[in-house]
């Protein structure tokens, strides 16, 4: 599958920023950032085309944020821990 599109996770509170990968269709990518909006996380995601400019996830900047290696596996157990309670609780009432 040619893949079209960069995937890139923005914290827009931290000002930081992670490469996620390429896709050819974004719409899983923006259903996880719509739910993570939703939940009250301040998070953004943009899906810029891959060119030959921008063909390195490295050459990938953001003017005002910097790179953060493992972002989005931060936000998404951020995400978690906000949309599932702890299963602790049921057990001890």
Do not use: H
Request: hydrophobic letters at 30%; glycine letters at 6%.
């Amino acid at each position: 599958m040619f893949s079209k599109f960069w995937q890139v996770i923005k914290d827009d509170s931290k000002r930081t920023f992670e490469v996620c990968g390429q896709c050819s269709s974004e719409n899983s990518f923006t259903n996880k950032i719509y739910g993570m909006q939703k939940a009250g996380m301040n998070v953004s995601g943009i899906t810029p085309p891959v060119t030959n400019k921008t063909s390195s996830k490295d050459l990938i900047k953001i003017i005002g944020y910097t790179k953060e290696d493992g972002l989005q596996q931060r936000l998404l157990n951020e995400f978690r821990q906000i949309t599932m309670p702890p299963m602790d609780d049921e057990w001890e009432s």
